[in-house]
């Protein structure tokens, strides 16, 4: 697993690779972006900010 996350890494820096993000959330809505995931119809992640 170490080898893939930096070579995804090295995709990201050379602009090769796009994760799109639908949402951020702070830690303390945890629980809103798990709702909001399981309703589904989202282009792009969700992401916990820690």
Known sequence: MPD???EAA????A???HIPV???YPLGEAA???IDSKAGHTRGRRVIVV
């Open 4 to 6: 893939a996350l930096a």
């Open 10 to 13: 090295r995709l990201i820096s």
């Open 15 to 17: 602009g090769r690779l």
């Open 22 to 24: 639908d949402r951020s």
């Open 32 to 34: 809103a972006a798990h």
